[in-house]
C-alpha cells in the first residue's frame, strides 16, 4: 500500500477526542493512523509511543488518529471504547471503525498496525506490530521535515 492514495475513512460510528475527520480535510498535513483495539496487549503497549508522537509533533503538522478496530464483539460497544480511552488517557481523535472497514481499506490484519500519510495524501510509510518507535518517529520527521521544506519560501 506504500506510495500509494490513502484511502478515506468508511463507515465510521463515531468519533472520540474530535469531532468527525476526512482524510481529504488534513491535506498539507502529515497524518499518523494507529489501527487498533482496546483488547490487544500489543496495542496498549504502544500506545504511549503514540501518545509521544501527538504530544511532540502536533504543534508542527503531525495529526494523530486511533483508529479503533474491534477484533471482538464486545469491542463494538461504543461505552466500552469510550472507558478505554479515558482510562488509557488517550487525548488524540479516535475513529469508531466498528464494522472493520477502514482498516480492510487500508489492508490490515494485525493489531497494531501504523500508517503514515503525507501532506499530499499518500501512504509513505507502513509498521506492523509494537516496536520500531524510533524508526517510526524517524519517518514522522522526515514527512514533516519535506512538509516545512516545501512551505518555506527558497532563497
Known amino acids: 500500500m506504500e506510495d500509494s492514495v490513502a484511502p478515506e475513512f468508511a463507515d465510521i460510528k463515531g468519533w472520540l477526542n474530535s469531532p468527525p475527520l476526512r482524510l481529504s480535510d488534513l491535506r498539507g498535513k502529515v497524518v499518523f493512523l494507529d489501527f487498533w483495539t482496546y483488547s490487544c496487549a500489543n496495542c496498549i503497549r504502544s500506545i504511549p509511543s503514540v501518545m509521544k508522537l501527538h504530544d511532540k509533533y502536533s504543534s508542527r503538522g503531525l495529526v494523530v488518529i486511533g ?3 474491534p ?3 464486545f469491542e463494538k460497544d ?3 471504547v469510550v472507558s478505554a480511552v479515558k482510562r488509557l488517557e488517550i487525548r488524540y481523535p479516535v475513529a469508531l ?3 472493520n472497514n477502514t482498516w480492510k481499506l487500508y489492508g490490515d490484519g494485525y493489531w497494531p498496525r501504523q500508517t503514515l500519510v503525507d501532506a499530499n495524501g499518500m ?9 520500531g518507535y524510533e524508526e517510526i518517529e524517524d519517518q514522522v520527521k522526515g514527512l514533516l521535515g519535506e512538509l516545512h521544506a516545501r512551505a518555506s519560501p527558497r532563497v
Open 67 to 69: 483508529v479503533h478496530t
Open 71 to 73: 477484533e471482538f464483539e
Open 78 to 80: 461504543p461505552g466500552n
Open 97 to 99: 471503525d466498528s464494522t
Open 123 to 131: 501512504v509513505r510509510y507502513e509498521h506492523i506490530g509494537e516496536g
